[in-house]
């Protein structure tokens, strides 16, 4: 992931972090999401993924997406 690619990641959630909250049911979800995690902060929440750099992203990646860790699913068509 490029940088550009990645600030346009982080811009798409801040702008749906600000204006999502304009809908009280979307603050009250907001709001239980961050006390249900340890730390949990909703004004800082934007902060934290701006936090987040490229080569982050990157090690992250590498080791969730691993062959090892892929599932595969197979479709079978339905005899009638």
Known sequence: VDEQELEKVKNKFEST?????INYLN???????TIA????????EVD?????TAEQLRAVAQSAFRKENGVILYYKKQQN
């Open 17 to 21: 972090q600000i204006f999502g909250n």
């Open 27 to 33: 603050v009250a979800t907001t709001w239980l999401g």
């Open 37 to 44: 995690w340890p730390g949990g902060d909703m004004e800082k």
């Open 48 to 52: 934290r993924y701006r936090s987040v």
